[in-house]
């Protein structure tokens, strides 16, 4: 069982940066591929940044490739998204995921955090 808890998120001008954490507590964090997933009102939960649990492979999203990186701090049990240049399409609810492997879809991720709102004004 991994518990994951995301923090970070707020209410942001559009241009602006946010950085999300995700605290995965437990000595196992370290084998988990970590990813980041948002929800929008109304539409799907899409795949946004995962990272290989060594770190060493990173995949983005196209929508937010160049402006969004993910991060992370094993001693910490910690991952990181950071985002900027934020733009209103950015709002959405942000999910934290872990896998065994690594994945760019809901199905391949079976440990979710409760998801942290980033709201992005114009």
């Known amino acids: 069982q991994v518990q994951l808890v995301e923090s970070g998120g707020g209410l942001v001008q559009a241009g602006g940066s946010l950085r999300l954490s995700c605290a995965a507590p437990g000595r196992t964090f370290s084998r988990y591929a970590m990813a980041w997933f948002r929800q929008a009102p109304g539409k799907e939960r899409e795949f946004v940044a995962v990272i290989s649990w060594s770190g060493a492979s990173t995949i983005y999203a196209d929508s937010v490739k160049g402006r969004f990186t993910i991060s992370r701090d094993d001693p910490k049990n910690t991952v990181y998204l950071q985002m900027n240049r934020l733009k209103p399409e950015d709002t959405a609810v942000y999910y934290c995921?872990?896998?065994?492997?690594?994945?760019?879809?809901?199905?391949?991720?079976?440990?979710w955090g409760q998801g942290t709102q980033v709201t992005v004004s114009s």
């Open positions: 995921a872990a896998s065994l492997v690594v994945s760019t879809t809901t199905q391949g991720f079976g440990f």
